[in-house]
DNA sequence: CCACGTCATGCAAGCGGTTACATCTGCCCC
DNA sequence: GGGGCAGATGTAACCGCTTGCATGACGTGG
């Protein structure tokens, strides 16, 4: 310990109110169990001191750090800033400060993420999507770290909160083929890292299973979660023999690569071609034309989450909550040329 | 404390492994200067026991939290969150964690979380802009922790770490002159708790003082920062008997806004209007026009102020630093018509 | 063969709070 | 007057980890 040695502590404040660290501790945590008399003394000692209590010292002896943790793959990306935002902010409400770090979707570093907020005394986790290897599984249940999945909601044991993105997607299909689209691609996240991504191919193929299409005509480019990267896929897609008709998106922001470079190669949306989005982001309604998208409640889920959790921590059990998406029809989508 | 029971502690490591916890604690902090074959049996017994250390008492031992904090106004806007993240992830590659927080633009907010991150363990603090009161001042310095600000630069004592917001817009500014406009506007957040609004604002009074117009003459149209009040705000000059022939804004969001809302009310941009942004976002590029901005070096600029927190918390001296900024003409700039 | 250095490990004293329990005081009532 | 009780305060035992110092084993050179 090589601590500021002018940093006051509890006993320098007892002993210059000239009462027990006991007193001290009690004026600063529950200040009805001491005379007024007392608490005005040590509270003018804490002043002239200038004195706050030691973090450390605190979280050890009372067992807590009101600290929760969330790993998110990047806050550079919309769909996950809004709901850490509220998040945060309900989180505020109830006295718990947020620990935050990102993994880039990268698992290994998910882990090592996992493992440091723990060691950083996170008292709950908040993770993205239900994918994660059985050595970490093992060491969340094993030190008995509540752990909520947001961002996705599926049946099942983990406790959650999202959306059902397979059913969402298969909405989204369902209206594409509606509008008569047969061949259909969609530019999607690597499933194989994001699971996320993966139910929602499924929940297109299962809107195409529905309408009678053969689900393995669809076209799948797997892509990085950037604008460009949208771009380019789109580019790849449109250059195919059998360029398809609609060309649905994982997310927005891969939606709106996709339409900035349609627009580039002098593709017109929606009549050569239509996209659609998945999020519905600021961004869905500043290209042009505007994204037809699924709506997602980021806020409300953010609030959501910093409840359950609350509730988890507390321990308290909790109910998985699935939140209602919604169709946005906007300018992107019609029927095919 | 009221700690898990079965959560388990180096001393039970210890004794599964048959040594003294003061070797655990080296096998964890210092390997080498362990025997390897005890080393070993000391981590197998980590393993088994899914160990991991409790961070109070560390925190307390060790005198430090390997933690620091940072204080933006919201995730919500990419403005902050692309800086955030490049700040996390040099944070760390230097073994250190994100306490963050959100001050919603509200410097009352600002303060309490301020405080709640300092009770917290925050070992440095980054903030944003320099405004803020004598009172939380002064709690910071009695306390000692240091503090970086970023997105902003100002010359000055305060270690700092951003643009020259005012230099930028008096640029931007200079530009759009340039091409003839004389009657401008500003859309711009709040000067009165924004200190980078006021700062732009300022920047584009000298460009036009610079070129002989009446600084006086411009027109601030102050709002939230959101795509729909920049939007409104966008109506509200339109609807001038004076309008402006350029409107300038203060960040690419509500230039966004007030391109959409151009288009909604049928104005062509930037035939009948010029608009401009700042920061140069991804939206700026899926605008239709692409949006004139300027270029903001956000992720240089996270990652910078991780390593120079770094070194403040080390006690080493650091310069304030200045990161240029770069117009990015696109097509939402033209001659007034 | 012994003095001495090196290295691995153990012992135990903190780090700065919280809190169960003990103590003390003053008061009320029988 | 003494038993009992309530309320204010003090005492000291933790909480779990780090680390300076002590210990003991072993090797080396004189």
């Not at 040590?42 to 969330?70: H, I, K, S």
Request: proline share 6%; glycine share 8%; with cysteine.
């Amino acid at each position: 310990m090589r601590r500021d040695p002018d940093t006051p502590t509890l006993s320098d404040v007892a002993e210059v109110a000239g009462v027990s660290t006991a007193t001290v501790s009690r004026c600063l945590n529950a200040p009805e169990r001491v005379l007024e008399q007392t608490r005005n003394r040590v509270l003018e000692a804490v002043r002239t001191l200038g004195y706050a209590p030691n973090f450390g010292a605190r979280a050890l002896a009372e067992g807590r750090t009101r600290t929760v943790g969330a790993i998110i793959p990047t806050m550079e990306n919309a769909i996950f800033s809004r709901g850490i935002q509220a998040f945060q902010e309900e989180l505020r409400e109830h006295g718990l400060t947020l620990l935050i770090a990102s993994s880039s979707y990268r698992p290994e570093i998910e882990e090592e993420q996992i493992r440091a907020l723990v060691a950083r005394g996170a008292e709950g986790l908040l993770l993205i999507g239900f994918q994660r290897n059985d050595t970490i599984r093992d060491f969340l249940s094993a030190r008995g770290v509540p752990v909520l999945v947001a961002w996705a909601w599926q049946d099942g044991p983990a406790p959650c909160v999202g959306f059902d993105n397979r059913a969402a997607m298969a909405d989204m299909g369902g209206e594409v083929i509606a509008r008569g689209h047969r061949r259909l691609a969609l530019i999607s996240a690597d499933p194989q890292v994001n699971d996320r991504a993966l139910v929602r191919i499924e929940g297109l193929r299962d809107a195409m299973r529905e309408a009678g299409l053969d689900p393995a005509s669809l076209i799948v480019e797997p892509t990085d979660a950037s604008l460009d990267a949208g771009g380019l896929a789109f580019r790849r897609l449109w250059e195919r023999p059998d360029r398809p008709t609609a060309v649905l998106c994982g997310t927005d922001v891969l939606a709106a690569g996709a339409l900035v470079m349609a627009r580039s190669l002098g593709v017109k949306v929606p009549d050569q071609v239509s996209i659609t989005g998945f999020a519905d982001l600021d961004l869905a309604r500043i290209t042009e034309p505007p994204l037809t998208t699924m709506h997602l409640p980021h806020h409300r889920m953010g609030r959501e989450a910093a409840r359950m959790l609350v509730r988890m921590i507390a321990g308290e059990p909790v109910d998985s909550l699935r939140l209602d998406c919604a169709l946005v029809l906007r300018g992107t989508l019609a029927g095919p040329c």
